[in-house]
C-alpha cells in the first residue's frame, strides 16, 4: 500500500464516547501533521510531529490527545466530544521539516451527535 | 499572522472555458506557495507549487505564477474539463520551513459543466 491512509473512513460516536483515529504513511517521511475541515471554514492545523516529537499545538482542547508512535504512524484519541467537532480530519505528511510539500490521506469524516 | 484569501464559489463553468481563481496571501518573509485540490470524497492532492518569486508552478494544464509585488497567486487554465470539478485551496508555508504546517485559504469550489 502506498501513500497515506486513514482509518476509519467514517465514525459516528455520542459525546460520552472514546475513540480512536489512525493515519499511517507510507513514504519514508519525517513530519506528520493533524488538520481538521470544516465547512465553510479554511483547514486548521491541529497538531504538527517532527521525527516523533510534538512541535506544535494550535490550541487544541484537550479533548483531542494525539500519539506518534513512530514515524509512520499517528493517532487522533478522541473522549468527550461536542457536536461542533464533526468535521473531515485530515492527515498528512511531509519528508522533513525544511520540505514544505505535504502530501494527504482521505480523510476520517467523524460525526459527534 | 499568516493568511490566505480566495474567492469561494461556488465558479460555475462551461466546458473548455478558461478558469482563474483568485488567491491572495500575508505573510511574513518569503513563503511558499501551493494549490491543492480536493475531489469528492477524497483527501487532498498537490496540484503545483512555487517557491519564490516570479516562480511559475504548472500542471495538467493548470499555472500559477508566484507575484510578490501584488502578493497573489492566482490559479489558471485555459480549458477546463468536467473532470477539474473539485474544491481548490490555496496555501502558504512560511519560509521557517514545513514543520509548521500550511496554512490555507477557504477553498473555491468549481463545477464545470458539460
Known amino acids: 500500500e502506498t501513500g497515506v491512509t486513514q482509518t476509519p473512513r467514517h465514525l459516528v460516536m455520542g459525546m460520552t464516547n472514546k475513540k480512536s483515529l489512525k493515519c499511517e504513511q507510507h513514504?519514508?517521511?519525517?513530519?506528520m501533521y493533524w488538520y481538521k475541515q470544516s465547512a465553510k471554514k479554511p483547514l486548521e492545523l491541529m497538531f504538527v510531529?517532527?521525527?516523533?516529537?510534538?512541535?506544535e499545538n494550535n490550541s487544541v482542547p484537550s479533548r483531542f490527545s494525539p500519539e506518534c508512535p513512530n514515524s509512520s504512524h499517528l493517532f487522533l484519541h478522541l473522549h468527550t466530544l461536542q457536536p461542533e467537532d464533526s468535521a473531515l480530519y485530515l492527515c498528512?505528511?511531509?519528508?522533513?521539516?525544511?520540505?514544505?510539500?505535504?502530501?494527504f490521506g482521505p480523510g476520517t469524516r467523524l460525526t459527534v451527535l | 499572522g499568516d493568511s490566505v484569501t480566495q474567492m469561494e464559489g461556488p465558479v460555475t463553468l462551461s466546458e473548455e472555458a478558461f478558469l482563474t481563481i483568485n488567491c491572495t496571501y500575508t505573510?511574513?518573509?518569503?513563503?511558499?506557495l501551493f494549490w491543492y485540490v480536493q475531489y469528492p470524497g477524497e483527501g487532498l492532492q498537490l496540484l503545483l507549487k512555487a517557491t519564490k518569486a516570479d516562480d511559475k508552478g504548472s500542471n495538467k494544464g493548470f499555472e500559477a505564477t508566484y507575484r510578490k509585488e501584488t502578493t497573489s497567486f492566482h490559479l489558471e487554465k485555459g480549458s477546463v474539463q468536467v473532470s477539474d470539478s473539485a474544491v481548490y485551496f490555496c496555501a502558504l508555508s512560511s519560509s521557517g520551513g514545513g514543520a509548521d504546517g500550511l496554512t490555507f485559504g477557504k477553498g473555491t469550489h468549481l463545477i464545470i459543466q458539460p
Open positions: 510531529y517532527n521525527f516523533k516529537e510534538q512541535t
Open positions: 498528512a505528511s511531509s519528508l522533513r521539516a525544511s520540505v514544505n510539500e505535504q502530501f
Open positions: 505573510a511574513t518573509g518569503y513563503p511558499s
Open positions: 513514504l519514508g517521511h519525517n513530519a
